[in-house]
C-alpha cells in the first residue's frame, strides 16, 4: 500500500528541511488541503526548533583524553596479557615433571587396570556352579511379582488383581 | 553495508588493524553526535563527558569484534544508548543527591536567578539560549526511549531504520515513538512552534550551561 504523500513529505520534514521541489509538492497538496496547513506549521516549527538546538559544551580536549585513555587500556591489557602468560610459564616451568609422570602414570596404568578387571570377571565367571543356577521356569511370574506394590504386604484382592 | 561504501567503516577495519589515526579520525568526527545524545539523555548531565569517553573506549576495546555488515554509526549509537541505560539504572538503584541542582524543599531559593520583566531586552543570543533551554527541557521531560528517537532523529544521517536498530525495535514502533514524543513537544513548545522564535511574554527559566573550559 502506498503511503499518502503528505505522510511521505511529513516524514521528511520530521528530520531535516524540506527541498525546493519537495516544498512544491507540499504546497500543491495543502492548496488542495487548506485545513491541514496549521498542522504542518506546527511540524515544520517543531523540526526548526530541534534543529537549531546547540550542540552541548564539549570540552576541546575531548580527543586528547579519549587517545590517552584508550592508550593506557591498551597498555593495561598488553600487561594484563604479559603476566597471565609469565604466571603460566611459571606454572608449568614448575609442574611439568610432576604433570609428565602423571601423564605416564596415566598411559600405563589405565590399561594395566583394565586387563586386571577383565581378569577377575573372568576367574568369577569360570568358578560358577553351573548345577547351582536357578531353574529358569522360577522366573516366568519375574514381571507379576516385580509390579506388587512395595511396602506393606498386599491383600489377597490386590494379589488377586496383579496375578490377573 | 560494506566498507567500500561506507567510509566509516573502512575507518573501522583500520582501527582494527590497531591504526591510532583512524581511531582519532571516528573520534573527532562523532564525538559531538554522541555528547549531544548522552548529554541530553542523562538526568544529570555532570558525568555525560566521561559517559561519552567511554563510549569510544568500547569502540577501541571491541574494535575486533566489528563487522561491517551494520551502519558504523548504527553501532556506535548503540554503544552509548546501551552506556546510557546503564548509567540510568545505576543511578535509579543507588541515587545521590546533586549538591549543585536546587532542590525546593532547601532555603537556597534566593540564589535562583529571577526574571526582571522591567529590564530591557536581551540580546537574541541570549534569548536563543533561553529558547534551546526551554526544548532542552522539553526533551529531557520526555521517556527515555522516545527522546532518544527523537536525539536520533536531529542526525540527519540516521535513517528511521537505523533509529530502530540502535533502539532494538520494529520499525513501525519506532515511528510511533517519534509521533507521540512530537506531539508531546508540540504541546509544551506550543507557543514557539509558529516561528520558532522567542516571545518576550513567554515564561523565563534558568540559562543553559556556558561552554565548559578544557579539565
Given at each position: 500500500?502506498?503511503?499518502?504523500?503528505?505522510?511521505?513529505?511529513?516524514?521528511?520534514?520530521?528530520?531535516?528541511?524540506?527541498?525546493?521541489?519537495?516544498?512544491?509538492?507540499?504546497?500543491?497538496?495543502?492548496?488542495?488541503?487548506?485545513?491541514?496547513?496549521?498542522?504542518?506549521?506546527?511540524?515544520?516549527?517543531?523540526?526548526?526548533?530541534?534543529?537549531?538546538?546547540?550542540?552541548?559544551?564539549?570540552?576541546?580536549?575531548?580527543?586528547?583524553?579519549?587517545?590517552?585513555?584508550?592508550?593506557?587500556?591498551?597498555?593495561?591489557?598488553?600487561?594484563?596479557?604479559?603476566?597471565?602468560?609469565?604466571?603460566?610459564?611459571?606454572?608449568?616451568?614448575?609442574?611439568?615433571?610432576?604433570?609428565?609422570?602423571?601423564?605416564?602414570?596415566?598411559?600405563?596404568?589405565?590399561?594395566?587396570?583394565?586387563?586386571?578387571?577383565?581378569?577377575?570377571?573372568?576367574?568369577?565367571?569360570?568358578?560358577?556352579?553351573?548345577?547351582?543356577?536357578?531353574?529358569?521356569?522360577?522366573?516366568q511370574n519375574f514381571d507379576v511379582i516385580n509390579s506388587l506394590p512395595s511396602g506393606p504386604l498386599p491383600s489377597v484382592e490386590e494379589l488377586a488383581e496383579a496375578m490377573q | 553495508?560494506?566498507?567500500?561504501?561506507?567510509?566509516?567503516?573502512?575507518?573501522?577495519?583500520?582501527?582494527?588493524?590497531?591504526?591510532?589515526?583512524?581511531?582519532?579520525?571516528?573520534?573527532?568526527?562523532?564525538?559531538?553526535?554522541?555528547?549531544?545524545?548522552?548529554?541530553?539523555?542523562?538526568?544529570?548531565?555532570?558525568?555525560?563527558?566521561?559517559?561519552?569517553?567511554?563510549?569510544?573506549?568500547?569502540?577501541?576495546?571491541?574494535?575486533?569484534?566489528?563487522?561491517?555488515?551494520?551502519?558504523?554509526?548504527?553501532?556506535?549509537?548503540?554503544?552509548?544508548?546501551?552506556?546510557?541505560?546503564?548509567?540510568?539504572?545505576?543511578?535509579?538503584?543507588?541515587?545521590?543527591?546533586?549538591?549543585?541542582?536546587?532542590?525546593?524543599?532547601?532555603?537556597?531559593?534566593?540564589?535562583?536567578?529571577?526574571?526582571?520583566?522591567?529590564?530591557?531586552?536581551?540580546?537574541?543570543?541570549?534569548?536563543?539560549?533561553?529558547?534551546?533551554?526551554?526544548?532542552?527541557?522539553?526533551?529531557?521531560?520526555?521517556?527515555?526511549?522516545?527522546?532518544?528517537?527523537?536525539?536520533?532523529?536531529?542526525?540527519?544521517?540516521?535513517?528511521?531504520?537505523?533509529?530502530?536498530?540502535?533502539?532494538?525495535?520494529?520499525?513501525?514502533?519506532?515511528?510511533?515513538?517519534?509521533?507521540?514524543?512530537?506531539?508531546?513537544?508540540?504541546?509544551?513548545?506550543?507557543?514557539?512552534?509558529?516561528?520558532?522564535?522567542?516571545?518576550?511574554?513567554?515564561?523565563?527559566?534558568?540559562?543553559?550551561?556556558?561552554?565548559?573550559?578544557?579539565?
Amino acid at each position: 500500500m502506498r503511503e499518502p504523500i503528505d505522510q511521505i513529505l511529513l516524514d521528511i520534514a520530521r528530520r531535516r528541511p524540506l527541498t525546493p521541489a519537495e516544498q512544491q509538492q507540499l504546497d500543491g497538496w495543502l492548496a488542495e488541503h487548506p485545513q491541514d496547513r496549521e498542522r504542518w506549521e506546527t511540524e515544520v516549527g517543531l523540526t526548526r526548533l530541534l534543529q537549531r538546538l546547540p550542540d552541548a559544551p564539549l570540552s576541546s580536549n575531548f580527543t586528547a583524553r579519549v587517545l590517552a585513555a584508550a592508550d593506557r587500556q591498551e597498555a593495561a591489557g598488553t600487561a594484563r596479557a604479559g603476566a597471565i602468560e609469565a604466571l603460566l610459564a611459571r606454572w608449568v616451568h614448575r609442574w611439568q615433571p610432576a604433570a609428565a609422570l602423571a601423564a605416564v602414570l596415566l598411559l600405563v596404568g589405565i590399561p594395566l587396570h583394565q586387563s586386571h578387571r577383565r581378569g577377575e570377571v573372568a576367574r568369577s565367571v569360570a568358578v560358577l556352579p553351573a548345577a547351582e543356577l536357578a531353574n529358569v521356569e522360577i522366573w516366568q511370574n519375574f514381571d507379576v511379582i516385580n509390579s506388587l506394590p512395595s511396602g506393606p504386604l498386599p491383600s489377597v484382592e490386590e494379589l488377586a488383581e496383579a496375578m490377573q | 553495508m560494506g566498507p567500500e561504501h561506507d567510509p566509516d567503516a573502512a575507518l573501522m577495519l583500520r582501527v582494527k588493524r590497531g591504526d591510532r589515526a583512524a581511531f582519532e579520525a571516528l573520534v573527532d568526527k562523532y564525538k559531538q553526535p554522541v555528547f549531544n545524545l548522552i548529554y541530553r539523555t542523562l538526568p544529570d548531565a555532570a558525568e555525560a563527558e566521561d559517559l561519552a569517553q567511554n563510549v569510544f573506549l568500547q569502540v577501541h576495546r571491541f574494535a575486533h569484534r566489528y563487522k561491517p555488515s551494520a551502519k558504523f554509526t548504527t553501532w556506535l549509537f548503540t554503544i552509548a544508548r546501551n552506556l546510557c541505560l546503564n548509567e540510568i539504572r545505576r543511578r535509579g538503584r543507588h541515587p545521590a543527591e546533586s549538591l549543585s541542582e536546587p532542590s525546593g524543599d532547601r532555603d537556597d531559593e534566593a540564589d535562583r536567578p529571577v526574571t526582571d520583566r522591567q529590564a530591557v531586552a536581551p540580546d537574541q543570543g541570549c534569548l536563543d539560549r533561553e529558547l534551546a533551554a526551554l526544548v532542552d527541557d522539553a526533551l529531557r521531560a520526555l521517556p527515555e526511549n522516545q527522546r532518544v528517537a527523537m536525539l536520533l532523529c536531529r542526525e540527519e544521517e540516521q535513517s528511521y531504520e537505523d533509529i530502530a536498530a540502535i533502539l532494538g525495535c520494529s520499525l513501525a514502533a519506532t515511528k510511533s515513538l517519534i509521533h507521540r514524543a512530537r506531539e508531546t513537544l508540540k504541546l509544551r513548545l506550543k507557543r514557539y512552534l509558529r516561528t520558532g522564535a522567542w516571545t518576550p511574554d513567554a515564561p523565563s527559566r534558568p540559562q543553559s550551561p556556558p561552554e565548559k573550559p578544557a579539565p
